[in-house]
């Protein structure tokens, strides 16, 4: 599988949450936890781009010629931002600096209700 294969795939899959407006810490979660459901890995680091901290995930999935590990950066918003939007880096970026974080995962149920209260309280605002 190539980078821009894999890119595309997880543009497939996470399109329907882009619109959502959760904290970077929640979209890593739910990110991570869509992945999972898809038999994608996703690892949650947290790194400075731009000057600042963001959390990221490493999305990774084996190729089936070589079994080569192919591997896209998400980045999920700045760390400590209550409302941020996810959006895949581009292939070629270098992140070497960062820490692992501990992403727990959301099962199906979890999942749709972190989607409602999310639509909810962007109603209420």
Not at 20 to 37: E, H
Not at 58 to 74: D, F, M, N, Y
Request: glycine fraction near 4%.
């Amino acid at each position: 599988m190539s980078s821009q294969t894999l890119t595309q795939m997880l543009e497939a899959i996470l399109s329907k949450y882009q619109g959502l407006s959760l904290s970077a810490k929640d979209n890593q979660k739910l990110l991570a936890s869509v992945l999972a459901l898809e038999a994608i890995e996703a690892q949650g680091v947290e790194a400075q781009l731009w000057g600042e901290s963001h959390l990221l995930l490493k999305a990774s999935c084996a190729g089936s010629e070589s079994l080569a590990q192919v591997s896209i950066w998400i980045d999920c918003g700045v760390s400590r931002a209550y409302q941020a939007s996810y959006k895949l880096l581009p292939a070629d970026i270098e992140i070497d600096d960062c820490q692992t974080v501990e992403v727990p995962l959301l099962d199906e149920h979890r999942i749709a209700l972190m989607c409602m209260q999310s639509a909810h309280f962007d109603h209420c605002y």
